[in-house]
């Protein structure tokens, strides 16, 4: 059984910075990509990024490049994101995501995504 445990999440201020962890686990689990999507209150989930391990290629969602940074280890079945600058509005539960195959459709799509975390809680203070 594959499970994607999260952490890292929190509160901070608002400028301030947080790093989010997911390590995946379980004696089959092998990915092609790992992300992360977020989901605020009264608000559909978003893509946030995403990493393929193949070519190291990332991907943001947004406006999100330049405050956010992915990156992981594929050996390790890890995935970080970098959170800085951070905003009220990034508050938002987060969640670590992978994916089995790049087949499965695009990587912004929640639909692509074969494995999902429980979320961490990040709170921006104003």
């Known amino acids: 059984q594959v499970q994607l445990v999260e952490s890292g999440g929190g509160l901070v201020q608002a400028g301030g910075s947080l790093r989010l962890s997911c390590a995946a686990s379980?004696?089959?689990?092998?990915?092609?990509?790992m992300g992360w999507f977020r989901q605020a209150p009264g608000k559909e989930r978003e893509f946030v990024a995403a990493?393929?391990?193949?070519?190291?290629?990332?991907y943001y969602g947004g406006s999100l490049k330049g405050r956010f940074t992915i990156s992981g280890d594929n050996a390790k079945n890890t995935v970080y994101l970098q959170m800085n600058s951070l905003k009220p509005e990034d508050t938002a539960v987060y969640y670590c995501?992978?994916?089995?195959?790049?087949?499965?459709?695009?990587?912004?799509?929640?639909?692509?995504?074969?494995?999902w975390g429980q979320g961490t809680q990040v709170t921006v203070s104003s």
């Open positions: 990493i393929r391990w193949s070519a190291g290629t990332t």
């Open positions: 379980g004696r089959t689990f092998s990915s092609a990509a």
């Open positions: 995501a992978a994916r089995k195959t790049l087949s499965s459709g695009s990587d912004y799509r929640e639909y692509a995504y074969d494995y």
